[in-house]
């Protein structure tokens, strides 16, 4: 858990915003969401068309475990 908070800390530390995208709920009513970011960029529809999927960020730094529903 501290490993993955200074992750993100650091990751988003340049970034003004995310762009959080919702899909759907769960069965917990627990929203599903893509978070995109990139540093730098002040513009929302750059980075939720080119920015950085910060879910898979997280997976590939091996922070989350991911599976398939």
């Known amino acids: 858990g501290n490993m993955a908070k200074r ?3 650091q ?3 340049a970034c003004p915003f995310v762009v959080a995208k919702t899909y ?8 599903l969401v893509d978070l995109f ?4 960029v002040p513009d929302a529809p750059t980075v939720a ?9 997280i997976l ?7 599976w398939i529903v």
């Open 7 to 9: 992750f993100l800390e």
């Open 11 to 13: 990751e988003l530390a």
């Open 24 to 31: 759907k709920s769960d069965k917990y009513d627990r929203y």
């Open 37 to 40: 970011y990139q540093p730098q």
């Open 49 to 57: 068309s080119s920015g950085m999927l910060l879910n898979t960020a």
């Open 60 to 66: 590939e730094k091996g922070l989350a475990i991911g």
